[in-house]
């Protein structure tokens, strides 16, 4: 038979700065993705007058497939968000996405990566938890949508691990 | 510092494409192709082309070109270093060549460990090498001044091993951003068996008076490597330390020291030479035998 299943295919997918020009596709993943999306001036924001905001996009075919994004405050990386398309979902992009960030914050002198997560969302704490974060505490009602609390996850080890001797 | 920099790595399975002004990236690209189906040669050029649009620079805007010239694959090498020359020669723009095993160990080099940097080079052989960061200005780095260049040097700082990482929490400090100072080199690139990798970086890292970190390109290291390294440092009583993710090159590593390159007066592009991973299987007839 001819048809490929493209569900197991590996994907060719780039990663760079997120631009301005990109914020129609990355609005439109934030409205899938969030109850409460971000507004499109949020994200303007962020790109133009937040020295310490540092925004990344993943291509496939060179359509927007996902974003995310983390504050750089001196030697902590605060992740603000991570998105993926709905229909690219599944395919390993919020895993590239993340282990992007984890190289430029350790590029920029971070140490220690941060993000708070809601207790629903199983898929995205899996993930992080595969990536070495823990959970180390948590906002109660942070999500002021559904007062759901959120929980804190940090990574320490984007410093070198001492190995067991 | 104002010069811009464009730099790409090539030698792997992924594509990375960075610019750089004054003194820190601002445009980073990479691009993870899908396995066995490599594209650097179509992908280069327009991945930089896109990076200057975005960026609001062009081609004449640039001050300089930095490219990884290995250990790497034949074919990853010949497109990088073939590009970089081609734009160094046709603008008139100095182009530095980078280390692919230096670039591996510029995001781990700090002031208290030797980073020893190796890519498996299959058969139980390792290419390896061993870098430390040049003393900062505060000269915080113990034995620094003494180990410059020269593996095995006097130590001017304290005794290595419990000194050589720092009292109390057992973390390792001070990681700031690495920057683009040139790295000391404590053992040049070579292959080599595992084993003798792992004796290279406890004798090069006890001489600096530093611990050793290891960071290994494409995954874990073959647990044979890892224990050897293991009990080269245990021997010298030097702590060992890993490097947490996946080491990779990055083109911003490659620009940084491209930048350190270029600023101490590198810079031909005639002078750019691709170090292969091992001798090519095919040769030129008047090429000198081995």
Same mark, same amino acid.
């Given at each position: 038979?001819?048809?490929?299943?493209?569900?197991? +295919?590996?994907l060719?997918?780039?990663?760079?700065?997120?631009?301005?020009?990109d914020?129609?596709?990355?609005?439109?993943?934030?409205?899938q993705?969030?109850?409460?999306?971000?507004?499109?001036?949020?994200?303007?924001s962020?790109?133009?007058?937040?020295?310490?905001?540092?925004?990344?996009?993943?291509?496939?075919?060179?359509?927007?497939?996902?974003?995310?994004?983390?504050?750089?405050?001196?030697?902590?990386?605060?992740?603000?968000?991570i998105?993926?398309?709905?229909?690219?979902?599944?395919?390993?992009?919020?895993?590239?996405l993340?282990?992007?960030?984890?190289?430029?914050?350790?590029?920029?002198?971070?140490?220690?990566?941060?993000?708070?997560?809601?207790?629903?969302?199983?898929?995205?704490?899996?993930?992080? +938890?595969?990536?070495?974060?823990?959970?180390?505490?948590?906002?109660?009602?942070?999500?002021?949508?559904?007062?759901?609390?959120?929980?804190?996850?940090?990574?320490?080890?984007?410093?070198?691990? +001492?190995?067991?001797? | 510092?104002?010069?811009?920099?464009?730099?790409?790595d090539?030698?792997?399975?992924? @594509?990375?494409?960075?610019?750089?002004?004054?003194?820190?990236?601002v &445009? @980073?690209?990479?691009?993870?192709?899908?396995?066995?189906?490599?594209g650097?040669?179509?992908? @280069?050029?327009p991945?930089?082309?896109?990076?200057?649009?975005?960026?609001? &620079?062009?081609?004449?805007?640039?001050?300089?070109v930095?490219?990884?010239?290995?250990?790497?694959?034949?074919t990853?090498l010949?497109?990088?270093?073939?590009?970089?020359?081609?734009?160094?020669?046709?603008?008139?723009?100095?182009?530095?060549?980078?280390?692919?095993?230096?670039?591996?160990?510029?995001?781990?080099?700090?002031?208290?460990?030797?980073?020893?940097a190796?890519?498996d080079?299959?058969?139980?052989?390792?290419?390896?090498?061993?870098?430390?960061?040049?003393?900062?200005?505060?000269?915080?780095?113990?034995?620094?001044?003494?180990?410059?260049?020269?593996?095995?040097?006097?130590?001017?700082?304290?005794?290595?091993?419990?000194?050589?990482?720092?009292?109390?929490?057992?973390?390792l400090?001070?990681?700031?951003a690495?920057?683009?100072?040139?790295?000391?080199?404590l053992?040049?690139p070579?292959r080599?068996?595992?084993?003798?990798?792992?004796?290279l970086?406890?004798?090069?890292?006890?001489?600096?008076?530093?611990?050793?970190?290891?960071?290994?390109?494409?995954?874990?290291?073959?647990?044979?490597?890892?224990?050897?390294?293991?009990?080269?440092?245990?021997?010298?009583? @030097?702590?060992l330390?890993?490097?947490?993710?996946?080491?990779?090159?990055?083109?911003e590593?490659?620009?940084?020291?491209?930048?350190?390159?270029?600023?101490?007066g590198?810079?031909d592009p005639?002078?750019l030479?691709p170090?292969?991973?091992?001798?090519?299987?095919?040769?030129?007839?008047?090429?000198?035998?081995?």
């Amino acid at each position: 038979m001819a048809v490929e299943n493209t569900q197991d +295919r590996p994907l060719d997918v780039m990663i760079t700065e997120m631009q301005l020009s990109d914020l129609p596709a990355v609005m439109s993943i934030e409205r899938q993705s969030f109850p409460t999306p971000w507004s499109e001036r949020a994200f303007v924001s962020e790109l133009t007058r937040n020295a310490y905001a540092h925004y990344i996009v993943a291509r496939v075919d060179g359509e927007v497939a996902g974003y995310a994004g983390m504050w750089l405050i001196l030697d902590e990386a605060h992740v603000t968000n991570i998105a993926v398309n709905p229909k690219w979902r599944g395919r390993g992009i919020g895993d590239r996405l993340l282990t992007e960030l984890e190289h430029r914050a350790r590029a920029h002198g971070c140490t220690r990566m941060t993000l708070e997560v809601r207790p629903s969302n199983d898929v995205a704490q899996a993930l992080y +938890r595969k990536h070495g974060f823990v959970a180390r505490g948590v906002r109660p009602g942070y999500y002021s949508d559904t007062n759901e609390d959120a929980i804190i996850m940090w990574k320490d080890s984007l410093e070198p691990e +001492r190995t067991r001797e | 510092m104002s010069e811009r920099i464009l730099a790409f790595d090539t030698s792997g399975a992924s @594509l990375s494409v960075a610019l750089w002004e004054g003194g820190r990236t601002v &445009w @980073l690209f990479t691009r993870e192709f899908p396995p066995g189906r490599p594209g650097h040669a179509a992908a @280069l050029v327009p991945a930089w082309q896109r990076g200057l649009v975005e960026c609001g &620079w062009s081609v004449s805007s640039l001050d300089g070109v930095g490219v990884t010239v290995g250990p790497g694959s034949y074919t990853g090498l010949r497109i990088g270093i073939a590009s970089a020359k081609g734009l160094a020669l046709a603008r008139g723009l100095p182009a530095a060549g980078v280390g692919t095993l230096e670039a591996l160990a510029w995001p781990w080099l700090g002031p208290e460990c030797a980073v020893l940097a190796w890519l498996d080079a299959r058969r139980g052989q390792v290419f390896a090498a061993v870098y430390a960061a040049a003393a900062p200005a505060g000269g915080a780095a113990p034995g620094g001044a003494g180990a410059a260049g020269a593996p095995g040097a006097p130590r001017t700082g304290e005794a290595p091993g419990e000194d050589a990482a720092p009292a109390g929490t057992g973390a390792l400090h001070a990681h700031a951003a690495p920057g683009d100072a040139a790295p000391l080199e404590l053992a040049p690139p070579a292959r080599m068996p595992s084993a003798e990798a792992a004796e290279l970086a406890a004798q090069a890292a006890a001489g600096a008076g530093r611990a050793v970190l290891c960071a290994a390109g494409d995954g874990e290291l073959a647990p044979g490597a890892a224990a050897a390294l293991a009990a080269a440092a245990a021997r010298r009583g @030097l702590r060992l330390w890993r490097a947490p993710l996946a080491a990779r090159v990055s083109a911003e590593a490659v620009a940084a020291l491209a930048a350190a390159r270029l600023r101490a007066g590198g810079g031909d592009p005639l002078t750019l030479v691709p170090l292969y991973a091992a001798p090519p299987h095919v040769a030129p007839r008047t090429a000198p035998g081995a």
